[in-house]
């Protein structure tokens, strides 16, 4: 079975509104409900008065209209009389100012009262219903990812930092602290980043991250083992959001979630937002191992910077089953009913204000049925592809420091790019997660894109993965330094040079706007550098510009296998051509050979799904695909 | 009498100035100054010691010149040592920063240490004052509209919330608390909308706002009180000021005023400051049922975006004699004397610093000279328009909120087009209020842009007014929510479904940059629907776009008139067209028929007055009206 | 000899790296380090407690490699231990937010307990080094600039006001006061300027910058004297920086130290670096009284806004050349090594993360030749200039104000683009101080640009310099205030109406992409005025625009001399076409006759620099040089 659902807020709602819910849900095929997210001051509207009352007949109801549920613990949104009784569990910024309720995810995750308080809701709502018949997974929290910089959190900082470096002169060492008299005497004087006058220590800030998440972890584990405890035959999950604010470092996540569960919203309402429900699908199925489950989307709507674009006819059950497709184990959105009110009024839905009698609504009946059909294809996951793109958080986060070599550099802009000129070259890819103990030997090929901290263990294992007969692609900004940040010296990129043969000895950044040329006729732009060859052979060079004649791409045969540096930044249709000779070299096969332009072919168990994004019908070999269609025909 | 003359700050000059002063406002014809509006420091240097000798003479000089005064209440802004005293009657941000001293507006308006030093210094400025001959009105405060979010405030908004709401079900009902788990429990959970995690609750946002008018006009009444006790034959009023900041409903407010006094900086230094000029006086007419009087203008300066543009000779005439056309009683101007120092020391003067011998000055004195040779109008008023522009403070700040389908939504800029529109037309234009009783039944045709919160009463007040035989245009995001932001459910435009005979079932907001046809060629952009008729007949379609074929414009015959819905974003020309049309059909009348374009038309009591904005002279019947000039004419 | 060196920051390394560092710099040539710039935590890493043994180290084997030292006092930098004992030295924002360590600059200048701990940590450097044979210089601080708004600064700030002013009155007057009822009745109610409601008040404004100019002074002058006290031998100085948000008028600070000491990072990637390099050069020459050293400066790359730009191949030493031609008495860099962490871990060095064999270090060693081969060079100075240009910093900090007339007014933009202009010419300029005692006497021409704030006796001074027969360039925005920012009544440009014979009764300032002719066809733009002559001569006048016909040029006899007004802004050509004619009625010549555009020639001593700053060989007299290239020739 598919999940088909989404988050549904009956408290918002008067009763008699419940019952059509139901009835709707029946008609559209809705079989999971994602119930109580934000319902922490209606099961508890005093601290220790619970109403859980209306929690019991919504989830009844539920049960006897086939819906199972996904029970949220309430805890991303205490209540407004927390705030009042715990006004130290508040969060603070770096500027030391309390935020306060009023909005949601006012809290300190290293607040005592506030884990107190969000283990004791947790453990009332698994006392009731961890062995209610319609439970079909707990869902904890709410898209974990929030920040304090108090006096609390810099306590939990210091205790994360003691064990991660062990004593002083370790952190002094590894965060460099002799530059701007930073050393710290005594454990007391470290903080948070916080206000100062000037720019931070980027070791200081990559650690707080990574203690963020880690701190976020524990709370996250503290509330799973409650409820495991209650009932370990329910799987216990928590959903991952993604973006640049967000500490969290999935990967690491993944292993203490008993499946991956991810909120994706793409924000481009061009093609762009198929790339990027390919990309999050493959970024999550990477996490989960192969499987992972959709926990929401827009149904109806993308949201663009500063616009909700509404989904063209076909678009909502494209995305759906892109999604799927890619290994997800159903298809889940925020949210069933569009609310009245709050903050998020005109967030999409299922069921809009303009009710059933609409286009979404529709569309989802039809969705419904074609996942009801798709149910053998539940427990199948998607093979294991030919070519992996490495994600890294730790980089990323190093990679926001604010006195880079260039304001534009971006990491996940970076990782897209190389995942959109595979997707539209037809390759499946995976994701490898260099930090972890990711094997890279099925693979024939890996592409590692701003690649910034490396560590030893990691550099060997891809030495060794190309001396066994890999093949790599290395982009610029990859290798620089040390997990720590710490650059490595001797020449650029540090931890790749020996697998790579070369050495870059100076960066030449570039404004957006000008562009240079490759000895090929490639348009190359915003980032040359001086590479030298030390065992490498010359690909390509520089045309023109500074670095005129200078190597641009390279290729280093290494052991049994070739590892490519790429020293500059393509636009897309150049990066194509280069990962589609690179992958050519490699042995790696499309998906289907000479699928159209506008067709996305993804396998999943025995079923290839066939997307017919453009505008027009298509045709893959039998099959044609009506324009904005999914057709799905027997995999080979 | 029509009043001439504007803000005079004697106490920033040496008494030797003010003789040249009472000569120069002779030279020009000025009968009317504004007196003390930032004094308090100067007439209570020390908590309880006055220094009112400087104002005795002032006020006898001005007299002895034939100058009135309107007498300001200084409490705008506290003297400094008003903040050493009272450090808690200071404003507090969303972030709980307190501002201190050193600019203006330095107060929360809930302090009672506040209220109580602005009452006393009310008081005894009525006491010395009242019953002074040269005193013609008094001028509370200056520009109303600050805002605090402190303790103090939070007080009083739940006063205030309790008024309104009854009970906190009724609250948590309005608000829609069981989003995001915002339940109140109590009372004293409730605070100011402040620094938080992510987004606020809107109707805590709009009610916020309310309460701030609420307060502030709280403030007015209690000095207008005093002023009258102290003599009941001085009108009172305040200073109205304009902008998105201003939390303030004028419409509300000028019912407690015995003039509605309005500030008013056009910023665009094209031919808009001719239309927003217009649009001012049209508005200010609307709230003053009738009259009114342009209390501050800048005379010589149209204060741009970033830079303060010199108006081109015979502008500052124009100007002044469009706001007197359009019902005000006068032209008064901030300021007389351009300051030395301060930080408005280049706001614009009658006398600037090059002094008399200047320009300004020059054109000052032959306005004055019209200005007493129009004195027998100044008792007429305007006749009443045939056509309505609908205006709600509510609507406009509801339409702030920041998770709008669009961040293009601009409130006052579609009013303000409609009114460009109507204006470029030739038909004369009023105000109504809906959400105040203002009655419809004298227009033949009202035009609600963007009526975003609409009650059941004003619901049906509409609907009565067409079923009677009006006209009516309503734009889209009209009748969207009740008046405490709640979605109407059911399909789009909500309160206006029934009257315009459509059904809205999907917004498509638009990038601005993208642009479609309607089925008659006209271009619009950045917001189409998916409208369903139900009813209503269809004007015309969309040509091309996601919603080509569906309907763009609607007219609903209803009763004994017609509604009509438009569905979308026109530009100038467009939509000058399309209610050219609807006005024609409406029986609307221009001001004078065949005017050209350059030429505006307004008609006070039994004179025409004829406007040439162009650069050429232009003919109106026998009359010849040189370029950049004004000429009256007796009206029809 | 010529200083060649820069900041070395042996801290960050281990001992095993310092011998390399000077085997290093003994092959570049480098004969001086700046030293313990930021040591401060190094040094005290605790409170009293003092690890000097690694300097000593440092500093021995230094001067065992024949490199001496420029020694730091640490200051700029606290250690973490003395925000946590003394919390209230550190700097607090407008907004009353006090900063935290965590990166450099945290302290309050006016904090007693942050002045004690810098006088002691001086104290000791000075006892234990102040007779090291390889002590050069003493460096004490790093760029004072800092800001901060605490209640003890009030009270310094206060302090310096009473001196200032001698009374309340006289203060209230000088600030006008009386504008928003700002009058102080108490000294107590002064604050520095603080987050408040609205529009600061400029004076206010102004007199915090110079207090704080001052309060910095002081701090350093403290430094100095325990310094010179412990070795009377040994120079003192500090590196100046600039910027906009710097609070030191380095025109007023130049007395105290014993050298000029710049830094100096041009942030434009093309050729304006070059005229950057030039306009820095002249500026500290003019500080330095003919004399100054190059602290400062980025090797090999130009921080454009958000790019590290590489420098290319020979620029280096293009740019180092042309602060000596310049008067520098070396040239200094940050910094010797690149570091591999903290903040700044991809500025610039001399040996970068790639190591001596890297572009940047070999044209180190080839540079550092060239300085040898200049030493006798070192103890000439430039020769006077024909022309100056006047620099003002209380002038530029008052057109920061917020409510000027435009947004567009940029006091430096003015001032380097006359300069620019003088240097397109070949033109050699000096800079002098107006606010200063600085003599005009030797200048054929002085050209003032933008010189808002004139004092009485400034003005006297520049008529007297006419009178005797000097030629006199004045910019719109000249001359309009008193020192105090008080406007000077009767007609712009105040101070300098007599002598230009003008008056100005109208600003026009206008939107940047908006241009307008002069009747011999320049364009002009952004401002233009309302000029009457008085006296002068109508040079050019405005062709179109609504200043059409009226006067933008005019010329003054006056005394012996002739003093020019120029009511508009230039492009770049128009200006240096007319800089040129006037330097030619002044009889000024330029550097060289007949130099090619590309090639820049500056005098020092009996030595002509050729620079060519093109990328063709270009040749001059007997001599050709190559593209990019710079060589010497006896000067005439």
Redesign the interface.
């Known amino acids: 079975m598919l999940f088909f659902g989404g988050d549904y ?1 009956p ?2 709602w008067p009763e008699e509104v419940w019952a059509e819910d139901v009835a709707l849900m029946r008609q559209a095929g809705v079989n999971i409900a994602t119930v109580g997210v ?5 099961l508890e ?2 601290p220790g008065r619970y109403e859980f009352g209306w929690l019991d007949r919504v989830l009844d109801r539920l049960h006897d209209g086939g819906v199972r549920v996904a029970l949220a613990t ?1 805890t991303a ?5 927390f ?2 009784a715990h006004p130290e569990a508040m ?1 603070a910024g770096a ?12 809290y300190c995750v290293s607040a005592p009262a506030y884990r107190a308080a969000a283990r004791n809701i947790a453990e009332r709502l698994a006392e009731r219903y961890a062995h209610h018949p319609a439970l079909a997974m707990w869902h904890v929290h709410n898209e974990y990812g ?1 920040d304090c910089r108090c006096d609390t959190t810099a306590a939990a900082f210091r205790t994360w930092l003691e064990k991660r470096h062990g004593d002083l002169d370790a952190l002094n060492e ?13 454990w ?4 948070p ?12 800030v990559l650690d707080f991250r990574r203690f963020l998440s880690d701190e976020l972890l524990g709370a996250y584990v503290e509330q799973r083992d409650l409820l495991r405890a209650a009932n370990p035959d329910v799987p216990v999950t928590t959903n991952f959001v993604q973006g640049g604010w967000v500490s969290v470092d999935h990967a690491r996540w993944a292993a203490e979630v008993d499946v991956v569960a991810v909120d994706h919203y793409p924000d481009d309402a061009g093609p762009g937002a198929e790339e990027e429900t390919a990309f999050a699908g493959d970024l999550a199925r990477g996490w989960g191992g192969g499987s992972w489950l959709l926990m929401e989307t827009a149904p ?1 709507l993308i949201y663009t910077r ?5 989904k ?1 006819p076909g678009r909502l059950t494209r995305h759906s089953l892109g999604y799927v497709a890619r290994g997800s184990r159903g298809a889940m959105y925020f949210q069933w009913r ?10 999409s839905a299922l069921v ?4 059933p ?4 609504f529709r569309e989802a009946v039809g969705l419904g049925r074609t996942l009801r059909g798709l149910a053998p294809v539940a427990s199948a996951l998607p093979p294991v592809a030919q070519v992996a793109l490495t994600w890294d958080a730790p980089s990323w986060w190093a990679l926001q420091a ?7 550099i971006d990491y996940p802009g970076a990782v897209r790019q190389a995942h959109r000129a595979l997707f539209r070259a037809k390759i499946q890819t995976d994701f490898v997660f260099p930090g972890m103990s990711t094997g890279l030997g099925g693979y024939r090929l890996v592409v590692a894109p701003h690649l910034y901290l490396v560590s030893d263990e990691a550099a060997a294992a891809f030495r060794d993965y190309v001396a066994a007969g890999g093949h790599l692609v290395v982009t610029y900004l990859s290798g620089i330094a040390e997990p ?9 990129p540090g931890a790749f040079r020996e697998v790579l043969g070369v ?9 957006a706007d000008r562009t240079f040329a490759l000895d090929d006729g490639t348009p190359v732009s915003r980032w040359i550098e ?1 590479v030298e060859t030390a065992g490498a052979e010359t690909i390509s060079r520089y045309a023109d510009g ?1 670095l005129a004649g200078a190597p641009a791409i390279t290729r280093h045969r290494y052991g049994q296998g070739a590892a490519w540096y790429v020293s500059t930044s393509f636009g897309d249709d150049g990066l194509r051509a280069l990962l589609t000779r690179i992958a050519a070299e490699a042995g790696v096969e499309p998906v289907l050979p000479g699928l159209p332009d506008q067709v996305e072919a993804v396998r999943r168990g025995d079923l290839m799904f066939l997307f017919n994004h453009g505008i027009t019908p298509a045709r893959v070999g039998e099959v044609t695909i009506p324009a904005g269609g999914v057709r799905f025909t027997p995999a080979r």
Chains 1, 2, 3 share one sequence.
């Open positions: 807020n408290e918002q934000f319902s922490w001051s209606n509207p005093e309430p949104s205490p209540p407004p009389w705030t009042l969060p500027d030391g100012i309390r935020l306060t309720h009023g909005s949601r995810d006012t929030t590894s965060w460099t602290t002799a530059f701007w008299s930073q050393r710290y005497s005594d007391a004087q470290i903080t980043p916080r206000a100062t006058q000037y720019l931070p220590n980027p070791a200081q109806n500063g616009r909700m674009h509404a063209e569009q609310p009245r009110g709050g903050a998020e009024l005109f967030h809009p204000h303009a009710g009698d609409s286009p979404v604010p006195a880079l070599p260039s304001a534009d720590d940040t710490r650059v490595r010296l001797g020449g650029y050495r870059v000895v100076e960066w030449h950044p570039q404004p001086r500074p």
